[in-house]
Each structure stands twice: as C-alpha cells, then as structure tokens.
C-alpha cells in the first residue's frame, strides 16, 4: 500500500477530521509560501490555491483545496472536513463566481459554476478517485449538500 492509499483510508476515521483541519491548513500555508504554490497537500492529492472575493467584505480570501481535473476545468468540492456548515469559499463563489487559483506554481484566473444535477453524479465520481473519504464527509454533513463547482479557466 502506498502512502497516498494509507492516507486516504486514514481519512474515513472518525478522528482524522478534527485532527486535519487544526493540522493540515497551517502546513499547508508555510508550503505553499516557500513554494510560491507549486506545491499543496504536501503533494499528496491534487491541490489548488483558490482566491475569493469575500460575499461581504469584497476581500480577498484566500484557501489551498483538493481538486478533481476534467479536461481543462477543476472540479473542487465544500467538503469542510465534513463538518456541518458549507466552506466560506463555496458561499463567496456563489456571490461572486470570478476568482484566481494557483496550480502547480501557475496563476490561473477562473469562473465558477454549481455543478448539479446529472453532472454532478459524473464530477462526483472523479472527486472520489481523488479522495475517497468525500463519501465519509458527506454522510457526517448530513444536514446539507456539499457543493461541488467547475472552475473552468477565463481568458
């Protein structure tokens, strides 16, 4: 078993959530700094650099997140470790769909849509070769849908 497979099934446990979300974003900063974003997740799982613009305070904000690629688009999922409300990032998208990702270094400026419907069965899928405890995740949120949006790029 690799170590990307061993922390994959880690990440159906119970106590890997709480634990990974106090862990996991202050690594991930200081990486993506001394990196200048060419690496997230310690390079673990495709991971992405995204920067909203806050539904109030019109500020840049700023979140390293998993991703899924189809074809020229990024499939990210408000997952939130599965706790019970939706990401900050998913509800500024919603307000404002323009936003920046970093990937592998590159600044790449995208537009958001919510994948729904049939689609978001299909997308769904890819997410889940790229972390398999989204399943986990959304059955602990039971009380809402976790978003799942296509960042596709803006020329």
């Given at each position: 078993?690799?170590?990307?497979?061993?922390?994959?099934?880690?990440?159906?446990?119970?106590?890997?959530?709480?634990?990974?979300?106090?862990?996991?974003?202050?690594?991930?900063?200081?990486?993506?700094?001394?990196?200048?974003?060419?690496?997230?997740?310690?390079?673990?799982?495709?991971?992405?650099?995204?920067?909203?613009?806050?539904?109030?305070?019109g500020?840049?904000?700023?979140?390293?997140?998993?991703?899924?690629?189809?074809?020229?688009?990024?499939?990210?999922i408000?997952s939130?470790?599965?706790?019970?409300?939706?990401?900050?990032?998913?509800?500024?998208?919603?307000?404002?769909?323009?936003?920046?990702?970093?990937?592998?270094?590159?600044?790449?400026?995208?537009?958001?849509?919510?994948?729904?419907?049939?689609?978001?069965?299909?997308?769904w899928?890819?997410?889940?070769?790229?972390?398999?405890?989204?399943?986990?995740?959304?059955?602990?949120?039971?009380?809402?849908?976790?978003?799942?949006?296509?960042?596709?790029?803006?020329?």
């Amino acid at each position: 078993m690799s170590f990307v497979s061993f922390v994959q099934r880690l990440g159906h446990q119970r106590w890997f959530s709480p634990l990974a979300r106090r862990v996991v974003p202050p690594i991930d900063r200081l990486v993506i700094r001394v990196t200048k974003g060419r690496v997230v997740a310690l390079g673990l799982i495709p991971s992405l650099v995204l920067t909203t613009t806050g539904r109030r305070s019109g500020q840049p904000r700023t979140a390293p997140i998993s991703y899924a690629p189809d074809g020229d688009s990024f499939v990210v999922i408000g997952s939130n470790w599965g706790q019970h409300d939706h990401p900050g990032w998913s509800a500024n998208l919603l307000a404002h769909p323009e936003a920046t990702i970093v990937v592998r270094g590159e600044r790449i400026p995208v537009r958001a849509t919510l994948v729904e419907g049939p689609e978001r069965d299909r997308v769904w899928a890819l997410l889940l070769r790229v972390w398999p405890a989204y399943v986990t995740y959304e059955r602990r949120a039971s009380n809402r849908h976790l978003r799942i949006f296509r960042l596709d790029r803006v020329s």
